[in-house]
């Protein structure tokens, strides 16, 4: 007879309590039978033996820092928290690898890699609060993914417990390797829908130089958006490119004067790290912006003042903060199209009468519109929000770039996807999760998961 | 009542003869039924719904070069060749795109972005003859995978015509994308085993330019091993860094005067394709191999004599054709155990009494030892292959860096794979083809794949 792991195990209603939600807007969260804050794999084992037994529903959480809804309690599930499995188990520096638990903060592997004189790139905006194993559950990325990739990129391997607690191996340590299926890209991204994963070989790269960067001014968007292209049409592959349009430098300058011109109608950040080459791309930067009818751009001398530079982009997220509530969203278009993005956002933004605040990855065609409202404006928003979407995918783009599907999105998912692919997503869930235990309901819509047949006296 | 796509199905002895095998050695290959050589996706999914009706086997093919029997005929299955699917559908400059049928030969792709100023970097030494289709079915790597990844990194979405005949779309043409689980990568190096893949989308980078190369010779494969890892430990990713042992020197020799010194223990080429830095880039690879010992290097100064540097080891495959037989395998182990791979290499091959050239990718631990016999030596020879690909598992390798496990390799996939890991593959093969008709018994071995259901008179 198989039971939840005794010491790691809590029913206490104010601790379940604490731990219903992740940090999505307009998502339902249930009322859960228990949480369980492993602190071992063999807590984790157990953990999905007892579940997969009783067929109670298991939410995978880290940090709880996602944006998508994807680790809310569900009613009767039982919360499976990995955030304490928060060890670096080994950085081998000759390898250029790193093996850590899942629960550790994005940016303690960042920090304890570079004190070897290495780098590990995926840097969503979320680094100092996301743990990797949540950044592996959404495949994370970041403003370095222009030029590094995300944060599958750097999973070399997985271990990973299955929904029946058994526990598999994918990948390996090598630089390549083709033996078989890509299990490992398969569970990154997979929200926490087809295992739970207590351990992740990444792949690190020698550290590079501190970052010079430039920010340019524009009185449109669309003057930044085609300075986007021909910088990147020159052959640069910058360390980040950021695009702020007007409403989010008048958030960020409500929060902080950091010295933006008011009335400036669109900001783009350039940033590189390529060492002795860093002052010739900026310089190109310049260039292009200018061409672009830039109406000032500040190249920086130095790391110190290009970290201040960065840091309007990096206070967007806080300054929404101010607002009563936000609705962040994730599109990310075909680069070619991200003008006609920006534009139909500020079009939707006034149709339902809310602000969208829209800043994010620009050379990637990765925008996070933050819709900025009251809360008497909450169907508005959501209509605003869904028509973002909508957008995105009649742009050729998709309904998330980095963020992940989990509840909010999964509706959306469908219409992104053709029947085939659909059919595919929920062949392979069945395949691996033959009961609908792990995250039902979550990225694809799941079948009943068997919570009627729970025995309540189990726990 | 479904049929085989009439115009392009063939059933000449003669003409199935010729398409029964790739170029892998000790491989079976049975009596086809039927070729089809589609010249359309209708063709693909013809094809696929009359045998999936039929429960009639389907062996993928594109140009047949790979080397582990993963295209080879099964008796009474259809070949389903798509090297005529060849067309460039699309070079998207801007988004640094192309969309590319599966028959496009590598090189050919590769040219054509580089007249339009960009660069696909995924180069197989079969570059020349192998198609895009078979590198994404074995997620093929090459030389310049060191700094720029292998084909499933530049694959963004895929058209895949699933077993029973329908048709889906994976992945996206935007530079990321996180909706749902990532279809592509599972694809990608399925070796034909879970869909046919009809159109190709993959990313681009700016053209780099022309690669400077500096060769370095040493008394003995061990030097020149921790020569590797001196460089890589610099914080250098060079374009290129490739292994000869003496083995291969010599074979090399044999076919042509490049005058490569007699008796040289091992040699190491790297490349830079930096532009303005790669010099300094050749200067850090002088440095680490003089520090290990190096007997001589030679950095060129130009691009054309840099190319004569990579030439001899552009011959090593060529040069191994002088000798009767050839048997050529794919390990890959974590870089520090490369010394102790091909040391132990050279043991078996004293065992086994056959010669065995080791040369390959020394960057990413990738070897590919090449067991040179007669025909009279074929027993030992496949034990001395054997007892490497041992020799990489033990070492923390895996079987196949790059050129797949098709059906030479699928008995080792077991022993690489731990059990729970094995019971995922067979599940998501048997999710995505129930009825096991899609090269039924490669990768992994599958169940019996319903030939005894085949009605004679359907084709």
Redesign the interface.
């Known amino acids: 007879m198989t039971s939840l792991p005794a010491g790691a195990t809590t029913d206490d209603p104010d601790v379940l309590d604490a731990y219903r939600t992740d940090r999505a807007t307009f998502c339902p969260s249930g009322t859960p039978r228990a949480l369980v804050r492993a602190r071992s794999l063999e807590d984790v084992v157990q953990t999905l033996r007892w579940a997969h037994e009783h067929g109670v529903p298991v939410v995978p959480q880290g940090t709880r820092t996602g944006l998508s809804g994807g680790a809310n309690a569900l009613d009767g599930c039982v919360l499976l928290n990995v955030e304490k499995l928060d060890r670096i188990v080994e950085i081998d520096?000759?390898?250029?690898i790193a093996v850590v638990q899942p629960g550790v903060i994005n940016a303690t592997l960042a920090a304890a890699v570079a004190e070897k004189?290495l780098y590990y790139p995926p840097d969503p905006g979320s680094k100092d609060i996301s743990s990797i194993g949540g950044n592996v559950a959404?495949?994370a990325?970041g403003m370095c993914?222009?030029k590094y990739?995300?944060t599958?990129?750097f999973v070399r391997a997985l271990q990973v417990v299955?929904a029946d607690g058994?526990?598999?191996?994918?990948g390996?340590?090598?630089?390549?390797?083709?033996?078989?299926?890509?299990?490992t890209?398969?569970f990154?991204?997979?929200e926490g829908t087809?295992g739970v994963v207590t351990e992740v070989t990444v792949a690190l790269?020698?550290?590079t130089a501190r970052p010079l960067a430039a920010i340019a001014f524009f009185d449109t968007t669309a003057d930044a958006c085609r300075a986007v292209?021909d910088h990147?049409?020159a052959?640069?592959?910058p360390a980040a490119l950021e695009l702020m349009d007007a409403a989010t430098v008048a958030a960020v300058n409500r929060l902080k004067d950091l010295g933006f011109p008011d009335g400036v109608g669109a900001v783009l950040i350039a940033q590189s790290d390529a060492g002795?080459?860093a002052p010739e791309e900026l310089a190109a930067f310049e260039l292009s912006a200018r061409k672009c009818a830039a109406t000032d751009v500040i190249v920086s001398d130095d790391p110190a003042e290009a970290d201040l530079l960065m840091q309007g982009r990096r206070l967007a997220g806080l300054s929404f903060e101010q607002y009563p509530a936000t609705l962040v969203d994730d599109v990310?278009?075909?680069?070619?199209n991200l003008a006609a993005l920006v534009d139909g956002i500020e079009r939707i933004a006034a149709e339902y009468g809310v602000l969208i605040a829209t800043c994010g990855?620009a050379?990637?065609?990765?925008m996070h519109p933050a819709v900025l409202f009251d809360h008497d404006q909450a169907v508005a928003a959501q209509q605003a929000f869904a028509d973002v979407m909508r957008l995105g995918l009649e742009l050729?783009?998709?309904?998330?770039?980095?963020?992940?599907?989990g509840f909010l999105?999964r509706e959306?998912?469908a219409r992104?996807?053709?029947?085939?692919?659909l059919?595919?997503?929920q062949?392979?869930k069945?395949?691996?999760d033959p009961r609908g235990i792990l995250n039902p309901g979550r990225?694809?819509n799941s079948t009943a998961t068997g919570r009627t047949e729970v025995d309540q006296r189990s726990f």
Chains 1, 2 share one sequence.
């Open positions: 520096v000759e390898e250029q004189g959404t495949n990325g993914c222009l990739g995300v599958g990129d299955l058994r526990v598999m191996r994918t390996r340590r090598t630089a390549k390797g083709v033996a078989g299926y890509d299990l890209r398969l990154v991204g997979s087809l790269r020698p550290a292209a990147l049409g052959g640069i592959r002795t080459r990310c278009v075909p680069r070619r990855h050379g990637d065609g990765n050729g783009g998709t309904i998330t770039g980095e963020h992940g599907v999105k959306w998912l992104e996807l053709d029947e085939a692919a059919w595919s997503h062949q392979i069945q395949a691996l990225v694809i």
